[in-house]
């Protein structure tokens, strides 16, 4: 497949092996509403709290929308949209690496891009996520007046791309039917079937029975058009005249046409690539929603998404109780949406703005507020999120474990580091699961509860006595081992050093 090369790609595409895994370290000062909530709201460098996240929340988020800076040229004041094409490239790669990391199966990621650097983008996701995992493109109208200051075209719309995890399990919603949609039903005849859409009964296709004249009501013979045919036998189309769902116009000297009725066609429609500011929002929409909540948030960020864009996403996306994530929250209209949908969700973004305004924005979606896309869903408030800031690494730069760090971090990234799943829940005893059959244990500051630098921490067989049995291969980490390769293999059980401290 090709791929795109770039000045420095060589460096990015093993950036992620030299991130430091460094924990959330929740701030409850911050935190807001319910204190059980699972949405998270992470201030500090995205690359940094992706990589945080993925020893919790690998393969677990069903849907990703991210709205990176453009490269559009020019400044912004909390970040610099107006990087070199080769930086911007080595600064998405190992970002849409880690999300990649997240997604679930059956999840899909949505990113917004326009003519800058979309085509590049385009190339790149091909490499990341594998050409086949390509959903689809979208066409978003984000402007709908034309600027005649423009030096050759006015540019109104933006790209949206979509990929999946895995393109044969990816699951899309389709979309409720709109009013408009519906007003196209009338019931000109007033039948008690309801209002209804009348549509052709030929085709281009041939079809052996689809030759022959019918008669209308007035007596006025009618054959299909030069070069098709009746869609239906002679005999089902007398039939359906007699069920009066064959429409004839009303004088009834029209060419024949089909009744299909609002009733029995489907509630939902099949999303389309094109998406007009009616249905999903425009830039001026999106700024006027956020002045009306932060001040001087339209200022800082200037190219928002509007809330109907993302609640358009979303509902095809995902599902009540799912969770999404944006690494680039902005103002934080992703959180804000999902939060009014009834989904969990993760934002990240890095600056004091992370608190002024996105934790700002979100304690009052949490009280109710009615903009946006409020009284669409009926939001009325309620739930919570907790603000989180990264943490020290868990390694310093020697790669040994920093003094001071928990057990329930360490066991995250073991687990992950072996298994590369998610542990939602550590437990309180050395197993920290099974996994393929294969069980793995952790001998780490005093989880048996001898807090002594060796105590608890070495293998040796009075130790081994007391770790939960397994019926297959073992794994145990622990600082070292008493016990000789012999015993070891006789026991199906394998020893891995932890890298402490020399003085531990």
Sequence with gaps: MPSLHWTGKDAAVVAIRDVPYRPLVAVPSLSYGEPETENLLIQGDNLDALKGLLPV????????????????????????????????????????????????????????????????????????????????????????TLKNTARLFS????????????FDKVTINHLPRSEKQNSAFKNPDN????????????????YSKGSYSVTGPTGKEFSPPQGRYWTVSKENFEQMDRDRMIWWGRDGNNVPRKKAFL?????????????GYQ???????????????????????ITVKPERLLRRILVIATNPGDLVLDSFLGSGTTAAVAHKMGRRWIGIEMGDHAETHCAA???????GEQGGISKEVNWQGGGGFRFCRLGEPVFDGRGSIRPGVGFADLARWVWYRETRQPLAEVPTTPLLGVHQGTAYYLLYNGILGDRRPAGGNVLTAPLLQVLAPHDGPRVVFGEACRLHE??????????RQLPYQANA
């Design 361 to 367: 924005r979100l304690r009052k979606v949490i009280d």
């Design 486 to 495: 012999s015993r070891l293999a006789a026991l199906n059980l394998r020893f």
């Design 57 to 144: 929340y690998a393969g677990r988020v069903k849907c990703v929308f991210i709205d990176p800076p453009y490269n559009t040229r020019s400044a912004f004041e909390h970040y610099d949209d107006n990087r070199e094409h080769s930086i911007w490239l080595s600064m998405m790669y190992p970002r849409l690496e880690l999300l990649r990391e997240l997604l679930s199966e059956d999840g899909s990621i949505w990113v917004t891009i326009d003519d800058n650097e979309g085509h590049y983008l385009k190339v790149m996701m091909d490499e990341v996520f594998g050409r086949g995992n390509f959903v689809t493109g979208l066409c978003w109208e984000k402007v709908y």
């Design 263 to 275: 009733s029995e066609v489907k509630q939902s429609v099949v999303p389309g690539t094109i998406w």
């Design 155 to 166: 540019e109104q719309h933006d790209h949206i791309l979509i990929y999946s995890k895995q």
């Design 191 to 206: 039948d008690h079937r309801g209002p209804w859409l009348d549509s052709a009964v030929h085709a281009r296709n041939f």
């Design 279 to 301: 249905d999903s929002g425009e830039n001026a929409q999106a700024k006027n929603e956020i002045k009306a909540l932060v001040d001087g948030i339209s200022e800082v960020f």
